[in-house]
């Protein structure tokens, strides 16, 4: 398969050894072409609910968008972190393990709460965890066709005859 340079470049950007690309990237268009087959390779099927549960709560479904879960941001991250460096991996599961304590104590939404509260400056195991998931999930959300397509109406490269600007009065956004 020929090496996509946007896909290559995202992937090297979400964390994917140099080394992996070419693997990851063929990964890639297949999780793209066929979710329902993607098979988990680095997470465990306990380890992948918990980072689908986190991932959904981070972008749920509304009635804008068929949210996180339906994307299958979860079996992006698997795919990334699996094509990740040895060093970037012990730090994923070690991160998994702090959070899935945490949400064993208090649940997963008051977990996600307390390692959201210190995003900009994450000092624990726990909150780590929630930054990491958070940049995957978004990453993955809006690389599929769910979220680059539906959600964001992108239409291609397409040449604009003109620039037609905001279509609704100022502060209101659709």
Partial sequence: MEMDRRAALALLGA????????AAQQHLHALAARPQEYKLQFFSPAEHDLVDAVAELILPADAHSPG?????????????????PAE?????????????????QQGTGAALAQAAANE???????????????????????????????????????????????????????
């Fill in 15 to 22: 964390g994917v050894a140099a080394t992996r690309l070419d």
């Fill in 68 to 84: 996180a879960h339906e994307a299958k941001a979860a079996s992006y991250a698997d795919l990334i972190v699996s094509h990740s």
């Fill in 88 to 104: 970037v991996q012990a730090k994923w599961k070690s991160r998994l393990a702090a959070f899935r304590d945490l949400a064993q």
């Fill in 120 to 174: 900009s400056n994450p000092l624990t195991p726990a909150e780590h965890f929630f930054v990491d998931v958070k940049r995957l999930t978004v990453s993955g959300y809006y690389t599929t066709e769910i979220g680059l397509l539906k959600e964001l109406g992108y239409k291609g490269n397409e040449v604009l005859g003109r620039f037609p600007g905001c279509q609704h009065k100022p502060g209101v956004h659709k």
